[in-house]
């Protein structure tokens, strides 16, 4: 009998880019499965990312084993643990698979996030409750 893994992946659903890339990413089959949660609905890896400090409107969640990798950490291991399968998954694998090269690159990528959702009229998801960050 094979047990498969519940790898989370909490992000912010409303963010179009956010979202078409967590529905396109795909992980090797044997790591278990990817389950997408949406930051915005209350759940209880919410309130554990929320517990530890970590602003998930400043950053994705993939939760791996029990452990919690923030921003750059979650798209550097969520490319370690995808599949080499199609375009999409491969770019992916190259662009991410760096540490040094995610952890520069995940923040352009954060700025072009706030930007469309505030061009959006988006709200921030403030799970930390920071006083007068209501809209981006």
């Excluded at 047990?3 to 790591?31: F, G, K």
């Excluded at 969640?61 to 375009?87: E, N, T």
Aim: overall charge positive; proline content about 2%.
């Amino acid at each position: 009998m094979t047990v498969t893994r519940e790898i989370l992946l909490v992000y912010d659903r409303e963010c179009p880019a956010c979202d078409n890339y967590c529905r396109m990413v795909r992980i090797r089959r044997d790591l278990g499965e990817l389950k997408l949660v949406d930051a915005r609905e209350h759940s209880e890896v919410m309130a554990e990312i929320t517990g530890q400090g970590l602003d998930i409107d400043q950053g994705m969640v993939l939760k791996l084993d029990g452990q919690l990798y923030y921003g750059a950490d979650a798209i550097h291991a969520l490319a370690l643990i995808s599949s080499r399968s199609g375009f999409f998954n491969r770019l992916n694998f190259w662009l991410f698979r760096s540490r040094r090269l995610s952890a520069v690159s995940y923040p352009l990528l954060r700025w072009c996030r706030n930007l469309l959702l505030k061009w959006l009229g988006k709200t921030r998801i403030n799970n930390l409750e920071v006083p007068g960050r209501e809209r981006f």
